[in-house]
Each structure stands twice: as structure tokens, then as C-alpha cells.
């Protein structure tokens, strides 16, 4: 079940916990990997690790020409591709009173925006083949909202929107456009947290603990399976219980 | 240049699995044909690999009749 073997597969965000967790994943399944960011040394250690069928691609999400280069290096090192993971993401965290125009439009511009464009860009190799799998990471917060996050909550839930929009025009052609939505993640974003604030999370977390992001890993392998070929619009919710939706 | 006219009459009728008596050069892809949106753009994305050359998107909106396909690709191949 869920072998990837002879696909081929983009993650960008690639050098974060949850991003290089998918990348090894999906590498682990069979699949070749290009691994994006803009990390260019964190994405070469992980490549290393790796070993045969990666690639890195390093690139901007909020540099247009640069996500159409992206598209098209990433396609010409492995030949095409099957799978795209839009995991890059940022925050830029205040509350709504003192948020920041620029606060607002860059996370809006990288998470959503950068998502659509490659997401387009990549679309036509995709239709052509009959064969394409979208997987996008969005957040159990564009769904419940988070004080402070106004800026990143949006964006999440503009992907839930817009990945089942695409998923209704694409269906015909064999791609599958969904989301992953994960709850409280154990990353380096989150080892930043006091024990205090951990605390506070995890009693809202019915599982009493933080995910791990294999465990997201996971969730993004089945959606890329040809299993999963009947699975399309969905947002599958990862958080221990934390939302049920 | 009739070859042209063949050549994209051959793309549509694979494309849209239609009979090649029913691609006159005045069927519209979408009323006549059964195209869907999404079909219509493959349909161009064909043409662009069959003839070598781009189909910019605003140019890809006049395209609804196989005529005006093959007129496109006849002012725009080289081959």
C-alpha cells in the first residue's frame, strides 16, 4: 500500500520540521523528491541524508518569476511531476489591533498567494499526464481561527477554499487537490513555547500530547497514493483530538 | 497549409473522441463538440505542441471554433 515508486514528488518548505518530514516520507515510499525553501544549505544536508532521487530547487514563495523557475527546474530535474506539497508557510503573529499592513499581505502573499502560483504552474504536466496529487499543508486553525494569527488563519482557510475549488476543476483529469490540517506539532516552532504555554495546549488536546510530524508525514503520503485516488476537496485533520471537524 | 486544417481536425476528433464528419471549421468546440472549459484548454495546449509554437491567453479566449483554431496556427507555425 501507498508505494510511490517511479512518482514524483515537490515539497517546498522543505528545511522546516514538518516539510522535511514529508520530503523523507515520501522519498521512503519510492518517490523522487525536489526539495524547495529558502534554505539552501538545510535543504543540501537534507538532500545528503537522502541520498539518489533528490534534488534541491532553492526559492522564493513570494517572488513570482521565481515560483514559475521553480516549476519548471523541478519538473526538468526529475523528468515531471506527479506530486506537489505546498507546506512552505510563514507567520508574522499580533494581534489584530496593532497588525501591520506588511504583516498581514506578506504572510497572505507566501502562504496563499505563492501556493496558487505554483500551484497553477504545475498544473498543466499534471493534466496532460492524467495523473496529478495536490497536497497542501494548511492549519487546524484556519478552521477554529487563533487570537493573534488573524494574518495566518486567513491564509490557511483561503487554502482550504481555493484547494476545493481546484479539486472540482481538476477531478476529471486524475489530480487530487486536498489539504492536511495539523494541530499542535512538536518543531522547532513549538520547542520555542514555555512549559506554561505547553500546558495551556495540551489540555485542549484530548491526546495529551504534541503531534509529531511523521505523523503529518503520513497523512500526506496516503492523499499522494494512488489509493487515494477517490479522495478529492478534503482537509484531513491531524491534532490528537484537539478539533473535531 | 491544408495539411494545417488536417492536422488540427485529427487533434480534436482524438481529444474529444467526436466523429470527424462533425469538426466542420464552424463547429464551436464548446456548443457543438461537447467541450468542456477545462477540454478547451487542453485542446490548445495540443495545438501548441503539435505546431511548435506558443497560444498566449488571450489570444487561446478567440479560439472556440475549429476554424479559428486553424487560422490561428496558420498566421502562427513555422512548420
Known sequence: ?245 | MSDIAERVKKIVVEHLGVEAAQVKEDAKFIDDLGADSLDTVELVMAFEEEFAIEIPDDAAEKIQTVGDAIGFIKSNAKS
Not at chain 1, 41 to 54: D, I, N, V, Y
Not at chain 1, 142 to 152: C, F, K, L, S
Not at chain 1, 193 to 208: E, F, N, S, Y
Open chain 1, 1 to 245: 500500500m501507498f508505494d510511490l515508486s517511479g512518482k514524483t514528488a515537490l515539497v517546498t518548505g522543505a528545511s522546516g520540521g514538518i516539510g522535511g518530514a514529508i520530503a523523507r516520507a515520501l522519498h521512503r515510499q519510492g518517490a523522487t523528491v525536489t526539495l524547495s525553501g529558502t534554505r539552501a544549505e538545510a535543504l543540501e544536508q537534507l538532500k545528503a541524508s537522502l541520498g539518489e532521487r533528490a534534488h534541491v530547487v532553492a526559492a522564493k514563495m513570494d517572488d513570482a518569476a521565481d515560483i514559475d523557475r521553480l516549476a519548471k527546474e523541478a519538473e526538468a530535474a526529475m523528468g515531471k511531476l506527479d506530486i506537489l506539497v505546498n507546506n512552505a508557510g510563514i507567520t508574522r503573529d499580533n494581534i489584530s489591533m496593532r497588525m501591520k499592513d506588511e504583516e498581514w499581505e506578506k504572510v497572505l502573499q507566501v502562504n496563499l498567494t505563492g501556493t496558487f502560483r505554483l500551484t497553477r504552474a504545475v498544473m498543466r504536466g499534471m493534466m496532460k499526464r492524467r495523473f496529478g496529487r495536490v497536497v497542501s499543508i494548511t492549519s487546524i486553525v484556519g478552521v477554529t481561527g487563533n487570537p493573534g494569527q488573524a494574518n495566518y488563519a486567513a491564509a490557511k482557510a483561503g487554502l482550504i477554499g481555493m484547494s476545493k475549488s481546484l479539486a472540482q476543476e481538476l477531478a476529471s483529469r486524475g489530480i487530487t487537490v486536498n489539504c492536511v490540517a495539523p494541530g499542535f506539532i512538536a518543531t522547532p516552532m513549538t520547542d520555542g513555547l514555555t512549559d506554561d504555554q505547553k500546558k495551556g495546549i495540551l489540555a485542549r488536546v484530548p491526546a495529551d500530547r504534541l503531534g509529531t510530524p511523521d505523523e503529518i508525514a503520513a497523512g500526506v503520503v496516503y492523499l499522494a497514493s494512488e489509493e487515494a485516488a477517490y479522495v478529492t476537496g478534503q482537509t484531513l485533520h491531524i491534532n490528537g483530538g484537539m478539533a473535531m471537524i
